[in-house]
């Protein structure tokens, strides 16, 4: 079922729960290639979530800023290709939400350990702020806040659990949005993690 978040987000509550097990496998295979690491932000602080990226584009931070990149800093190689598996359930999930022909080229995967968390921020490094963002959580849930235009505005909480596909569009997709610190759970197919899953048009 769907809900939702404010207009133009919508979350297909349990819409990835069925392919969970192959998503997993393909992001394990993205992160022996491209392995989870904690970025540098530009105000030098260590990122608690780790990530990896795969696709033509990856996300990356360091001490001179938040950017897409073709290749990973770490392996200097281009990044992992996208599994079929993720391009395509991300197109589904658009699909769904009513966006048509979401061909995302950048997909980053988000890992939380307990106490990690991810600060009030914008997503404004996409060249096209028309095309929506889709999301995946699998693993241990979160809450995830969600405020306005402006940093200072008032934010709601959300719970994501496992197998909910967020599509963001529209005015939501330059809206405030951040993680609570995960709290300590256990979720069979991802341990004690957290892994957010995002699908972008950023190149
Ligand atoms: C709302 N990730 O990677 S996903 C991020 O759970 C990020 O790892 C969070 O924020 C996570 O940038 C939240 C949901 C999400 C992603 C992008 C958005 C929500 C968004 C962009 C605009 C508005
Ligand atoms: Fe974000």
Redesign the pocket.
Known sequence: WTEEICKD?LVLRQFAVAQAPELMQAVTEVTTQAPFRHMQTPGGYTMS?S?SSCGSMG?VSDRVGYRYSSHDPQSKQPWPAMPEILSKLATEAAEAAGYHRFYPDAC?I?R?TPGAK?SL???RNERDYDAP?V?V?LGVP?T?L?GGMQRGDKTIKVP?AHGDV?V?GGE????F???LPIKAGYHSLTGED?I?I?FRVAG
């Open positions: 987000a979530a990530l996300w980053l988000n939380y991810m921020h914008q997503d963002i999301s959580s979160a995830f969600f994501l967020v963001w939501s997709r330059l809206k949005h951040g993680i957290r957010n995002t």
